[in-house]
Each structure stands twice: as structure tokens, then as C-alpha cells.
């Protein structure tokens, strides 16, 4: 399998919950993302880990919790959402280099509803 | 802080050139991007272009760039239905490293048959 894997493709859950997003990727990257799609509103940045380390976090609440045990993949650990917290979560990557554009390769997305 | 900002909306009619158009803030920007999202999908690149050139052509897509203006647009001829999509600009400050790119919304792209 190639490219960005992300699973669940859809999930609901109630403000109690416990779940997880996973991102597996294939390209041999060493950065990957998590990014938040709302609808209206532009792509937000959440977390980045470059070579596994956690290199951005963008003053994201703490109810979202992300790991990344490899460089092939990334969880993001969710625990007691909002219902504003409903959205398109989409996982990324990318190769670092020197120089030059750095492509992000995307997944398909999981899109969450918090009931 | 970095902003960029496109319309919602565009409609064109099959065979019919689309201009998507962008603005960005960041004027230290190395690189500019252009990413479509197909419905159900993530987001794909289409194309970009470095902020030293203006012009950048690659089969049906034009990216034209004014940094004076800090203005970036994305042409499509002959549009098809197939183009009907959500097109994210973006822009990169950084050259190399990790990606700390900012996107726009994205203007949603409707083609009509």
C-alpha cells in the first residue's frame, strides 16, 4: 500500500469518550501532521513531528493528545470533545530537505462527530 | 501573523477558463501552493511556484504570481466537470524543513455541463 493511510474514515462519538485517530504513512517521510478542516474556515495546523519529535503545537487543548511511535506513524488520542470539536481531521507528510518546496502528501481524512 | 484569503465560490461553465484567485501577507513567502480536494478526499497538490518567478505553466494550469501585490492566481483552461473541487492556496515561508504552511479556505469550484 502506498501514501497516507488514515483510519477510521468516519466516527462518532459522545463527549465521554475515549477514541483514537490513526495515520500510517508508506513514502518514507519524516515529518507528518495532523491538521483540523472546519467547514468556513481555513486548514489549521495542529500538531508536527519532524524525525518523531513533537516540533509544532499550535495551542491546541489538551482533550487532543497526539503520539507518534515511528515515523510511519501518528495517533491522535481524543478524550472528553465538544461538539465544535466535529470536523475533518487530516493527516500529512512530508520529506524534509535542505532546500526547496517541501510537498505535504495528505490521507483521506477522518471525519469526526462529537454528539 | 500569516493570513491567506480566496473567495468561497467560483462557477464556470464547462470549456470556459477558471481564475481562482489568492492574496497572502507573509511577503518573506519562498514558496507558493495551489492544493485541490475532491469531495471525500484530502487535499492533493496541484502545482506551485517559487517566489522568484511569476509564471509558472503545466498543461491546463497557469499560476500567475505578483509579489508586489502579494497576489497568486490559478488558472484552469478548458475547465471540465472533473475540475469541480475545492482549491486551497498556501504559502510557505520556510525553504527545506518541516512544512509550516498557512492555506487558505478554499474556493469551491463548481463546474456546469
Known amino acids: 500500500e502506498t501514501g497516507v493511510t488514515q483510519t477510521p474514515r468516519h466516527l462518532v462519538m459522545g463527549m465521554t469518550n475515549k477514541k483514537s485517530l490513526k495515520c500510517e504513512q508508506h513514502l518514507g517521510h519524516n515529518a507528518m501532521y495532523w491538521y483540523k478542516q472546519s467547514a468556513k474556515k481555513p486548514l489549521e495546523l495542529m500538531f508536527v513531528?519532524?524525525?518523531?519529535?513533537?516540533?509544532e503545537n499550535n495551542s491546541v487543548p489538551s482533550r487532543f493528545s497526539p503520539e507518534c511511535p515511528n515515523s510511519s506513524h501518528l495517533f491522535l488520542h481524543l478524550h472528553t470533545l465538544q461538539p465544535e470539536d466535529s470536523a475533518l481531521y487530516l493527516c500529512?507528510?512530508?520529506?524534509?530537505?535542505?532546500?526547496?518546496?517541501?510537498?505535504?502528501?495528505f490521507g483521506a481524512g477522518s471525519r469526526l462527530t462529537v454528539l | 501573523g500569516e493570513d491567506v484569503e480566496q473567495s468561497l465560490f467560483l462557477s464556470v461553465r464547462e470549456g470556459d477558463s477558471s481564475v481562482i484567485n489568492c492574496t497572502y501577507t507573509d511577503s518573506s513567502s519562498t514558496y507558493l501552493y495551489w492544493y485541490k480536494q475532491e469531495p471525500g478526499a484530502g487535499l492533493q497538490l496541484l502545482t506551485y511556484?517559487?517566489?522568484?518567478?511569476d509564471m509558472k505553466q503545466d498543461q491546463r494550469l497557469t499560476v500567475l504570481l505578483n509579489k508586489k501585490d502579494k497576489h497568486l492566481s490559478l488558472r484552469i483552461a478548458d475547465t471540465q466537470t472533473g475540475d469541480s473541487a475545492i482549491y486551497f492556496c498556501?504559502?510557505?515561508?520556510?525553504?527545506?524543513?518541516?512544512?509550516?504552511?498557512?492555506f487558505g479556505i478554499g474556493t469551491k469550484l463548481q463546474v456546469i455541463p
Open positions: 511556484i517559487f517566489s522568484n518567478m
Open positions: 498556501a504559502e510557505d515561508p520556510n525553504s527545506g524543513g518541516y512544512q509550516k504552511v498557512t
Open positions: 513531528y519532524s524525525l518523531e519529535e513533537r516540533v
Open positions: 500529512a507528510s512530508s520529506q524534509e530537505s535542505g532546500s526547496g518546496a517541501n510537498v505535504l502528501t
